[in-house]
Nanobody, 121 residues
Framework: QVQLKESGGGLVQPGGSLRLSCAASGSIFSISAMGWYRQAPGKQRELVATIRIGISTNYADSVKGRFTISRDSAKNTVYLQMNGLKPDDTAVYYC???????????????WGQGTQVTVSS
């Protein structure tokens, strides 16, 4: 059983900062990628940022230069530092991981339950 647990969401004023964390736990053999997605009311879930282990990071155009994704491999944890927040960043943020639970299975995708980020004055 694999679990992804997000934390760090909340209410912040425009221009403010938040740091999201997501810890993966349970039966984990290897992680190939982790990332953050978000879904605003009435909109589809969209990619925010991903980090592919040992290779690269990828950001949505709307967050480039403001958000930074990073990972602590020893803790199976991914972070999203969000600076210069805007009201349009308001959404539920979901953690995503592509991982293998054992050496004998193919990689599968897992999702956290989400954490609310609200940017408002």
């Amino acid at each position: 059983q694999v679990q992804l647990k997000e934390s760090g969401g909340g209410l912040v004023q425009p221009g403010g900062s938040l740091r999201l964390s997501c810890a993966a736990s349970g039966s984990i053999f290897s992680i190939s990628a982790m990332g953050w997605y978000r879904q605003a009311p009435g909109k589809q879930r969209e990619l925010v940022a991903t980090i592919r282990i040992g290779i690269s990071t990828n950001y949505a155009d709307s967050v480039k230069g403001r958000f930074t994704i990073s990972r602590d491999s020893a803790k199976n944890t991914v972070y999203l530092q969000m600076n210069g927040l805007k009201p349009d960043d308001t959404a539920v943020y979901y953690c995503n991981a592509n991982l293998k639970s054992s050496r004998w299975v193919v990689s599968s995708e897992y999702w956290g339950q989400g954490t609310q980020v609200t940017v408002s004055s």
